[in-house]
């Protein structure tokens, strides 16, 4: 069985970090990209990171400089680093895995890209 599960989400202030985590079962990473999605209440779920199969990373500008993604195919793990949270990072964070065996053009950002998704974890900053 296919399977995402995030975990690592919570309450943080403004200003702190936390890393939030993406574990996947029943299939092998090596050939996913793996996005992070987030979507705050009343908007639009969007793209903020993605790491390919072959390692490279894009960022939604917002972001750039505070959140870093990382995997270790070995643990079929992906990973969210949050830096320098801001009350707008407020979201229910999801990953998402593209399968990349074949190449090709792809967008990083977009949610229908994605074959498998996981449930969500909420992230809150606040004071």
């Known amino acids: 069985q296919v399977q995402l599960v995030e975990s690592g989400g919570g309450l943080v202030q403004p200003g702190g970090s936390l890393t939030i985590s993406c574990a996947a079962s029943?299939?092998?990473?090596?050939?996913?990209?793996i996005g992070w999605f987030r979507q705050a209440p009343g908007k639009e779920r969007e793209g903020i990171l993605s790491?390919?199969?072959?390692?490279?990373?894009y960022y939604l500008e917002s972001v750039k400089g505070r959140f870093t993604i990382s995997r270790d195919n070995a643990k079929n793990m992906v990973y969210l680093q949050m830096n320098n949270l801001e009350p707008e990072d407020t979201a229910d964070y999801y990953c998402?895995?593209?399968?990349?065996?074949?190449?090709?053009?792809?967008?990083?950002?977009?949610?229908?890209?994605?074959?498998?998704w996981g449930q969500g974890t909420q992230v809150i900053v606040s004071s």
């Open positions: 029943g299939f092998s990473l090596d050939h996913y990209a």
């Open positions: 790491i390919s199969n072959d390692g490279r990373t």
């Open positions: 998402a895995a593209k399968d990349r065996t074949y190449g090709g053009p792809w967008l990083w950002g977009v949610s229908q890209e994605y074959d498998y």
